[in-house]
């Protein structure tokens, strides 16, 4: 089954860190670019990080330029988005997305995770 | 990057049709045949709809119908019905450092 699943979400303090995982199955995970997107409670959607197929380019949304890094690897299907200095406004379930095949240059995610929840408070 | 601007919500009977706006710049919307939407139930992941301003996926139902005037991206539901009921987000890449662009996203009523 084509799948994508998020996990490592929980409750953290201001200032604290946590790493997001998703572990892919069902499809040639190397072969895509992967995204993170999130999601606040009783919020919209807003996109987070992408990387592409082998690491090479990596972009980030102005709100976690320099506090988040995303990350994956291949040998083990496995996207990760590691979040530091977090703040209150980090607080929302963080969805991973598959986006274009590597030379498609497709500009969509077209397969969800069903999200991993973040909670910063103190 | 500001947020797309969508309504915040629209409604419609059975059997009607109606349509959910996007509005971008011409750094966004307006300058990339990139627009998709997304339908999201309470509680679910987001489901792509429509991808590249008018093409369906397979599976998605012809009821949906997407396109594109200048700065202005559109979705259409003809037929409405009761399953459609759920938040509708458009999206577009954008020449920004941000990349990827959501709307403030729409939810849908079906009466």
């Known amino acids: 089954e084509v799948q994508l699943v998020e996990s490592g979400g929980g409750l953290v303090q201001p200032g604290g860190s946590l790493r997001l995982s998703c572990a892919a199955s069902g499809f040639t995970f190397s072969s895509y670019w992967m995204h993170w997107v999130r999601q606040a409670p009783g919020k919209g959607l807003e996109w987070v990080s992408r990387v592409n197929n082998d690491e090479s380019s990596t972009n980030y949304a102005d709100s976690v330029k320099g506090r988040f890094t995303i990350s994956r690897d291949n040998a083990k299907n496995t996207l990760y988005l590691q979040m530091n200095s977090l703040r209150l406004e980090d607080t929302a379930v963080y969805f991973c997305a598959r986006g274009s095949m590597v030379g498609k240059g497709a500009r969509y995610f077209d397969l969800w995770g069903r999200g991993t929840l973040v909670t910063v408070s103190s | 990057q500001s947020a797309l601007t969508q309504p915040a919500s629209v409604s419609g009977s059975p059997g009607q049709s109606i349509t959910i706006y996007c509005s971008g710049t011409s750094s966004d919307v307006g300058g990339y045949k990139s627009v998709s939407w997304y339908q999201q139930h309470p509680g679910k992941a987001p489901k792509l709809m429509i991808f590249?301003?008018?093409n369906r996926p397979s599976g998605v139902s012809n009821r949906f119908s997407g396109s594109k005037s200048g700065n202005t991206a559109s979705l259409t539901i003809s037929g409405l019905q009761a399953e459609d009921e759920a938040d509708y987000y458009c999206?577009?890449?954008?020449?920004?450092?941000?990349?990827?662009?959501f709307g403030t996203g729409t939810k849908v009523t079906v009466l």
């Open positions: 590249d301003v008018g």
């Open positions: 999206n577009s890449y954008t020449s920004t450092s941000t990349v990827f662009v």
